[in-house]
Structure formats: structure tokens, C-alpha cells
Nanobody
Framework: QVLLVESGGGLVQAGGSLRLSCAAS????????MGWFRQAPGKEREFLAA????????YYADSVKGRFTISRDNAKNTVYLQMNSLKPEDTAVYYC?????????????????WGQGTQVTVSS
């Protein structure tokens, strides 16, 4: 059974940083890609970043490129999202997700497993 558990969300002032973590279990990691998404109130869930677990290739949405960094720790089976220069419009619930085919797609439908989400609030 695949289990994804996010942590690291919270309240931060604009310009600040947060690092989100996603602890994963029940996966055959070498085959998977992991993604980060977010959903703000009244908006659709959007793709932020993805990483192919086996070789570490990364992909980013234009809206976060240069500010957010996705990475993984093989020993801890954990994926991270380092978020810098945060803006009030980054306020949302942040989710990690697993894609068992390793496509690292920007499409939500390609991800079979999701975490419960962690709230990030950026104050102005």
C-alpha cells in the first residue's frame, strides 16, 4: 500500500522560505516519479514540480521556476520541495503525489497516489 505523508507547511512572511517533505512508503522507487502540486481556495489543483526517482531529472512549472527546488533523499525515501522568496499568492494546500510509470507529467491524472496535503500560508 502506497502511503505519502507531507509535512513542513506553516505560516511564513512574504520573502521567506519553507521546506516541505513527503515521506513515501509502499513504492518501487526506481520506477516512480514524484510530483508536488498545490491548490488555493477556489482554484484548481496545479502542478509545481516533479522528479524522476531513478535518475533525478526535475521539471518545474514556469510559475515557480527559480524559486522552488524539488529533490529526493533515497536513504530516507523522502521528496522535498524547497520554497524560497515566497509570495502571498503561494498560499495554498500543497500535495505530493506518486506516478508509478515515472512520466513526471504535469497532469494530475497521471498520479495515482496522493498525500493528505499540508497548508502553506504566506502573509504580506
Amino acid at each position: 500500500q502506497v502511503l505519502l505523508v507531507e509535512s513542513g507547511g506553516g505560516l511564513v512572511q512574504a520573502g521567506g522560505s519553507l521546506r516541505l517533505s513527503c515521506a513515501a512508503s509502499g513504492l518501487t522507487f526506481s520506477r516512480y516519479a514524484m510530483g508536488w502540486f498545490r491548490q488555493a481556495p477556489g482554484k484548481e489543483r496545479e502542478f509545481l514540480a516533479a522528479i524522476v526517482w531513478s535518475h533525478g531529472s526535475t521539471y518545474y512549472a514556469d510559475s515557480v521556476k527559480g524559486r522552488f527546488t524539488i529533490s529526493r533523499d533515497n536513504a530516507k525515501n523522502t521528496v522535498y520541495l524547497q520554497m524560497n522568496s515566497l509570495k502571498p499568492e503561494d498560499t495554498a494546500v500543497y500535495y505530493c503525489a506518486a506516478d508509478r510509470y515515472g512520466s513526471a507529467s504535469t497532469s494530475l491524472s497521471e498520479y495515482e497516489n496522493w498525500g493528505q496535503g499540508t497548508q502553506v500560508t504566506v502573509s504580506s
